[in-house]
């Protein structure tokens, strides 16, 4: 329990008499950690608070574990120092249990803190070194408590987002989950229990490679400099210039200047290698199964060794059908495009998709980015672009207002990449669907006919009600199409609510007649049987 004396005053003003005098005021470092214990929020959270101030104080003051040569191992300054030392492991083994706090503020406080006092260790070792020295043991024990088997830490995973900008960090992190994957792979192979698998592991799990972004070899990525070199703040720079005679004398000089990091891309590569393949051999719910197809062709296929290996995972997934198939296929594509993977039916699946249900699903822009993609490949034969003209014309049909815009700005863009494809445009012998050679039943699009049809939907568009549609649609009158292409971009995410703010913003005149007889006032019209029947 805190003294009398300690506990009328607030965790403020205790750090403050301890950054006064850190030597008469030594047990204040217990009282505070005494009050962590508290089972009111509030307290706990500035005694998290009042403990980081402190031990990031004598960090910056290089008084935990620092030995005076000229004095001795047993004197009272050493000995304190030691005391410090010991006491900032047991806070750090305090703000541990406290990620498992039942108060989120508490977890995400003390995560927090934990990282702040490991970038603040790694600024001002405990242990001077030459070289480049990252607290990868501190690191790796939150990993394994944020990564948690019984606890849903995804809210704390979401914190570690900035620090992973950091190249040291990331690299450290990629080790640090590396290690955990191995020690549950083992833990339950042992046990035949791999398909036990608690969801909420997988859940902190994939949340937190998901942020996992290593830049393959060559990339533009512009780098972040590494956790530890950050400019450090005024303070420890104040502290660095105060300490620097005294630590000139007690110490041996560093050379070689301030030490850099630069990932190493092949031990990440190896790290990758371990995680990807493990996560794939775990039992994955729905939610959890897409959110790894999305991930995959990103931030595994770039690094791993054997991409091809995928092929069984990607070829199940495509071949489900709805927002699964979806999902695969750029995974698929990439197998194709860059890998040499032989899969001739790949269009033809790609066509089966296009479907009405398509414009409901929650991928579809993510769906038309990739086919836009898919389709600009210059090997493509004009008589399957042809198809996919066709199909999405006649999905125009059907589809809801909002994305019309988008099919119809994706048809116009196919027909100036295939510059073959401008007859079906001014082809008058098809003006309706009575007359439509197009087979919209045919599973294959080379035997579609659709290369003999026009685009008799979207000129049907013209009369839409919603003048973006009708204007967009205006092209089928024009002899000549546009030479550049549209950007899909603003339009994949397009709803019914960005349609209404831009109508909005449209301004029409003033004094536009709604009605062919001017009312004298609210139902009173002449000869009209409102007035009579209603009375106001």
Not at 10 to 17: A, G, S
Not at 79 to 105: A, R
Not at 262 to 286: E, G, K, M, Q
């Amino acid at each position: 329990m805190a003294t009398q004396k300690t506990g009328r005053r607030t965790v403020k003003n205790l750090v403050k008499e301890f950054k006064a005098d850190r030597v008469k005021n030594a047990n204040i470092i217990v009282d505070i950690m005494e009050r962590l214990e508290s089972s009111d929020t509030g307290t706990t959270l500035s005694a998290v608070t009042g403990l980081h101030h402190v031990f990031t104080h004598l960090l910056l003051e290089r008084a935990i574990q620092r030995t005076f040569k000229s004095e001795g191992e047993d004197s009272a300054r050493n000995k304190l120092n030691k005391w410090y030392k010991e006491m900032f492991e047991d806070t750090l083994k305090s703000f541990h249990k406290l990620l498992n706090h039942p108060e989120k503020g508490v977890q995400e406080l003390a995560l927090s803190s934990l990282l702040k006092l490991l970038q603040c260790e790694g600024l001002h070792p405990i242990i001077r070194k030459t070289s480049y020295g990252f607290p990868y043991k501190r690191l790796k024990v939150i990993i394994a408590e944020v990564v948690s088997v019984s606890e849903d830490h995804r809210h704390l995973v979401t914190l570690l987002q900035e620090y992973l900008e950091c190249q040291d960090f990331l690299f450290y992190t990629l080790l640090a989950v590396t290690e955990v994957v191995k020690t549950h792979a083992q833990t339950h192979t042992q046990t035949d229990t791999l398909t036990e698998t608690p969801v909420t592991f997988m859940n902190n799990l994939i949340l937190l490679v998901e942020k996992l972004k290593v830049p393959p070899p060559g990339s533009s990525r512009p780098l972040v400099p590494p956790l530890l070199f950050l400019r450090p703040p005024q303070e420890a720079e104040k502290q660095r210039k105060k300490h620097k005679k005294e630590e000139e004398e007690e110490e041996e000089e560093e050379g070689g200047g301030q030490p850099t990091f630069s990932l190493p891309y092949p031990d990440a590569r190896h790290a990758l290698n371990v995680i990807w393949p493990a996560i794939l051999n775990y039992p994955l719910t729905p939610e959890l199964f897409r959110r790894v197809l999305v991930a995959l062709p990103d931030l595994a296929m770039p690094h791993l060794d054997k991409p091809l290996a995928l092929t069984g995972f990607f070829m199940e997934s495509y071949n489900m059908g709805g927002a699964i198939s979806l999902l695969a296929l750029q995974g698929v594509f990439i197998l194709i495009n860059k890998h040499d993977l032989d899969y001739p039916d790949f269009y033809k699946k790609l066509y089966a998709l296009l479907e009405p249900t398509v414009f409901h699903v929650k991928y579809r822009a993510r769906f038309f980015m990739l086919c836009d993609l898919f389709l600009s490949s210059t090997h493509l034969p004009e008589y399957i672009a042809a198809s996919f003209v066709k199909r999405l014309a006649r999905l125009s049909l059907m589809a809801p207002s909002c994305c019309l815009p988008l099919i119809i700005k994706f048809i116009l863009n196919l027909l100036i990449r295939f510059p073959g494809l401008k007859k079906l445009v001014h082809n008058t012998s098809v003006t309706d669907h009575a007359g439509d050679p197009y087979q919209p039943g045919e599973a294959d699009p080379a035997l579609t006919k659709a290369n003999q049809s026009s685009l008799w939907e979207v000129a049907t568009l013209q009369h839409h009600g919603m003048p973006v549609v009708s204007r967009a649609a205006q092209f089928t009158k024009k002899q000549a199409l546009p030479q550049t292409e549209v950007d899909l971009g603003e339009l994949v995410d397009q709803g019914y609510d960005e349609l209404f703010e831009r109508s909005c913003k449209v301004t029409v005149k003033e004094g536009i007649a709604t009605t062919f007889v001017r009312p004298q006032g609210l139902f009173l019209y002449p000869e009209g049987k409102m007035a009579d029947t209603w009375a106001i």
